[in-house]
């Protein structure tokens, strides 16, 4: 079976409802029930009618919180990635959210999978080495809430999406 394996490189923090760009921020519905649950399952939407992201729920079970993965550094799989893609530049594969879904084939399938367990899909640990440099900045490609600093990214990292 291939494997698709990428290093998250950036992601952006949402809350509940003290946060106007979550979509828990009005309450629990059926598109976002899943942020509401276990911490380390996937949330994953559909949006703008093309694109899906891929979010972590991180808050205990009832308090909805996740992370959105924005950008992967791609480390196994790339030549696949390309052809999903449909590009050579492998800055392009997995560099935003609608981008790395596309290149590591995730869709709302899998909306709701504990990615806690080796599975279709899943978040292991990073072989140890130095950790690096993470930077805090606000968040983009949102129009309420873009002041919270809850975008995090690895400084220097050629794979982070844009500004």
Request: hydrophobic content about 35%; aromatic content about 6%; overall charge positive.
């Amino acid at each position: 079976m291939l494997s698709l394996e990428g290093k998250i490189v950036e992601a952006e923090a949402y809350r509940g409802s003290d946060d106007p760009a979550s979509h828990a921020y009005r309450g629990k519905t059926s598109r976002n029930q899943v942020m509401f649950g276990k911490p380390g399952v996937a949330y994953v939407y559909f949006t703008y009618g093309m694109h899906h992201c891929l979010n972590v729920v991180t808050e205990e079970e009832g308090v909805p919180g996740a992370a959105l993965i924005r950008a992967l550094e791609p480390i196994n799989g790339i030549e696949e990635m390309k052809k999903r893609r449909r590009t050579s530049d492998p800055r392009a594969l997995t560099n935003g959210p609608a981008r790395l879904t596309q290149a590591m084939a995730i869709t709302r399938s899998l909306n709701g999978i504990d990615m806690t367990m080796p599975r279709e899909l899943f978040i292991s640990a990073a072989p140890p080495n130095p950790i690096p440099r993470t930077v805090c900045s606000r968040r983009i490609g949102v129009r309420l809430g873009r002041d919270k600093p809850w975008r995090y990214q690895v400084r220097g990292n050629p794979y982070v999406s844009g500004r």
